[in-house]
T-cell receptor, first 113, second 116 residues
């Protein structure tokens, strides 16, 4: 059974801090790892990672995948209150049509002034 | 990406009633849509894959007679929770994948179901 574990479960930081969110996984026939941001309801897509060691970057957010050690990190620099959300990590296998995602429980990030 | 609309956003119903949730793909023709459920502080769990014009594929442990899925058009999938019970109270959310077999999902805004 595919498994995704995220840590920490929750995190409170101050504006301007840098945070690192972790995601480790076990999946049969790994295809990709995805990060989503869930603010209130709908998760919004952040990154999709398929290759080891290649950093994906979008503004203050970046993510990297290590396929050997089976984990990924999501970094947020210069955090803002608008970054407060649950960050979800998910893995996709090649089996099951390729889009049967297994999600972690998420990291609840709160950014305070 | 794809714009996905889900309705209603919140529903409260009495035990034993049925509730229908709609998921619309507004700018993309989706042959496949995915229904997830999320209990508080737990992960999104895939319930079923909705296939346009054919039967839905249910995940292990999900009762197909209780969670009826209809995907009659390329832009609309519905999930009906039949004879709802308090244990069915959860957050239900649909998603679409842009491109056959794509793992990049776009989500609706979800429906919070509370069964009294």
């Amino acid at each position: 059974e595919d498994k995704v574990v995220q840590s920490p479960l929750s995190l409170v930081v101050h504006e301007g801090d840098t945070v690192t969110l972790n995601c480790s996984y076990e999946v049969t026939n790994f295809r990709s790892l995805l990060w989503y941001k869930q603010e209130k309801k709908a998760p919004t897509f952040l990154f999709m990672l398929t290759s080891s060691g290649i950093e994906k970057k979008s503004g203050r957010l970046s993510s990297i995948l290590d396929k050997k050690e089976l984990f990924s990190i999501l970094n947020i620099t210069a955090t803002q209150t608008g970054d407060s959300a649950v960050y979800l990590c998910a893995v996709a296998p090649f089996t099951g049509g390729g889009n049967k995602l297994t999600f972690g429980t998420g990291t609840q990030l709160k950014v305070e002034l | 990406g794809a714009v996905v609309s889900q309705h209603p956003s919140r529903v409260i119903c009495k035990s034993g009633t049925s509730v229908k949730i709609e998921c619309r793909s507004l700018d993309f023709q989706a042959t496949t849509m995915f229904w997830y459920r999320q209990f508080p502080k737990q992960s999104l769990m895939l319930m079923a894959t909705s296939n346009e014009g054919s039967k839905a594929t249910y995940e292990q442990g999900v009762e197909k007679d209780k969670f009826l899925i209809n995907h009659a058009s390329l832009t609309l999938s519905t999930l009906t929770v039949t004879s709802a019970h308090p244990e069915d109270s959860s957050f239900y959310i649909c998603s679409v994948a842009v491109g056959a077999g794509s793992e990049k999902l776009f989500f609706g805004s979800g429906t919070q179901l509370s069964v009294l």
